[in-house]
């Protein structure tokens, strides 16, 4: 459970940092995000979903 909630602080840190650094780049990635089409969104999703679980697999294995 640790490991969870330093996972999603970690998110909310470098969430924070695109939004509070660079509102501009992300006011421009989100509008950018709507004109895309599902199935590029899905493909982005699994990605990155694979690779997330790749590092998790590689940092505790080692």
Same mark, same amino acid.
């Given at each position: 459970?640790?490991?969870?909630?330093?996972?999603?602080?970690?998110?909310?840190?470098? %969430?924070?940092?695109?939004?509070?650094?660079? &509102?501009?780049?992300?006011?421009?990635?989100?509008? %950018?995000?709507?004109?895309? &089409? %599902?199935?590029?969104?899905?493909?982005?999703?699994?990605?990155?979903?694979?690779?997330?679980?790749?590092?998790?697999?590689?940092?505790?294995?080692?």
């Amino acid at each position: 459970m640790q490991d969870f909630l330093a996972a999603i602080g970690l998110v909310l840190v470098i %969430e924070g940092l695109v939004y509070g650094g660079f &509102p501009g780049l992300a006011r421009k990635l989100a509008t %950018e995000v709507l004109s895309l &089409p %599902e199935t590029i969104l899905r493909i982005a999703g699994l990605a990155s979903i694979a690779i997330g679980v790749g590092i998790v697999w590689l940092v505790r294995s080692g």
